[in-house]
């Protein structure tokens, strides 16, 4: 299990992609002569393209997952199954 600043890094860095990917969208949803657009992160860039907007959407709802999914563990939450009970 991760330790919590390295959990607060991964929410960190889902938020960035988060916010890039929000951007570009807003981008390309709003302006109708914007045909592409780029996004950059500390790993390099990439254009995204008008047409890519429902690969974008995808990418969005996965940023917000994990982000969810993260700060749920550091506040300890999360399914705990210890058993069920086939014989009630």
Do not use: C, P, W
Not at 10 to 16: K, M, P
Not at 34 to 46: F, T
């Amino acid at each position: 299990m991760a330790s919590r600043a390295e959990t607060a890094k991964r929410i960190a860095y889902y938020e960035e992609l988060r916010d890039g990917t929000l951007a570009a969208l807003k981008a390309l949803t709003e302006v109708g002569d914007i045909e592409s657009y780029a996004i950059s992160d500390g790993e390099g860039s990439q254009n995204v393209r008008r047409r890519k907007i429902a690969e974008l959407q995808k990418a969005l709802e996965y940023y917000e997952e994990q982000i969810d999914a993260l700060e749920r563990s550091l506040q300890g939450g999360g399914i705990r199954t210890f058993g069920t009970n086939r014989h009630a």
